[in-house]
């Protein structure tokens, strides 16, 4: 088992950055991919970003290339989601999760987070 934490959400103007952490406890001497979701209001849940174990392999969605990194530290067990040029479309929660697999497909992640909100105003 696996636990994850979230935290960094808030409430930022458009054009602003925040950066998301998800701390991993548990059994995290597997070596899982970490990926970032994310859920609006009256939507369904997305996939934003994902990193190997590695770090060799990262995936992005095409809505936030080029604005958000995803990084890990694995010898603190934590994984990051650095956002810039934040946009009100931005507005979610977002959710960070584990997979054996290296993978973009929520179905194939195995423990998830409890979210955290991302407000941005315009």
């Known amino acids: 088992q696996v636990q994850l934490a979230e935290s960094g959400g808030g409430l930022v103007q458009a054009g602003g950055s925040l950066r998301l952490s998800c701390a991993a406890s548990?059994?995290?001497?597997?070596?899982?991919?970490m990926g970032w979701f994310r859920q609006a209001p009256g939507k369904e849940r997305e996939f934003v970003a994902a990193?190997?174990?590695?770090?060799?392999?990262?995936y992005y969605a095409d809505s936030v290339k080029g604005r958000f990194t995803i990084s890990r530290d694995n010898a603190k067990n934590t994984v990051y989601l650095q956002m810039n040029s934040l946009k009100p479309e931005d507005t979610a929660v977002y959710y960070c999760?584990?997979?054996?697999?290296?993978?973009?497909?929520?179905?194939?992640?195995?423990?998830w987070g409890q979210g955290t909100q991302v407000t941005v105003s315009s």
């Open positions: 548990g059994r995290t001497s597997n070596r899982y991919t």
């Open positions: 990193i190997s174990w590695s770090g060799g392999s990262i």
């Open positions: 999760a584990a997979s054996m697999r290296v993978t973009m497909r929520e179905e194939r992640y195995d423990y």
